[in-house]
């Protein structure tokens, strides 16, 4: 079964660091694209950032600075370390992994909401 599974979000204060995880089964998750997008509210999705491997990862505007996106392939899991948030960074953050003409999935989504 293909899953995608996010873990991590949750209310923190403005300046505050988060770590978001997601789990991967059921896909060649090493030959992957993994991104994480996000959606805040009112808004379209955007992406944050994405890795193919630790040479070759790059961010949204937004975030550059202060987001880093790693990835343990043993593992099948990706992060997002979140650091010096702020409240537009509020929204549903979203794990994908992709191959390009292979297989494109998503994860369900965790809340993040940085609000003091």
């Known amino acids: 079964q293909v899953q995608l599974v996010e873990s991590g979000g949750g209310l923190v204060q403005p300046g505050d660091s988060l770590q978001l995880s997601c789990t991967a089964s059921?896909?060649?998750?090493?030959?992957?694209?993994a991104r994480w997008y996000r959606r805040a509210p009112g808004s379209q999705r955007e992406l944050v950032a994405s890795i193919v491997d630790p040479d070759r990862a790059i961010y949204g505007n937004s975030v550059k600075g202060r987001f880093t996106i790693s990835r343990d392939n043993d593992r099948k899991m990706v992060y997002l370390r979140m650091t010096n948030l702020r409240p537009e960074d509020t929204g549903v953050y979203y794990c994908?992994?992709?191959?390009?003409?292979?297989?494109?999935?998503w994860g369900q989504g965790t809340q993040v909401t940085v609000s003091s």
């Open positions: 059921g896909i060649p998750f090493t030959s992957s694209t």
């Open positions: 994908n992994a992709s191959q390009v003409g292979e297989f494109d999935y």
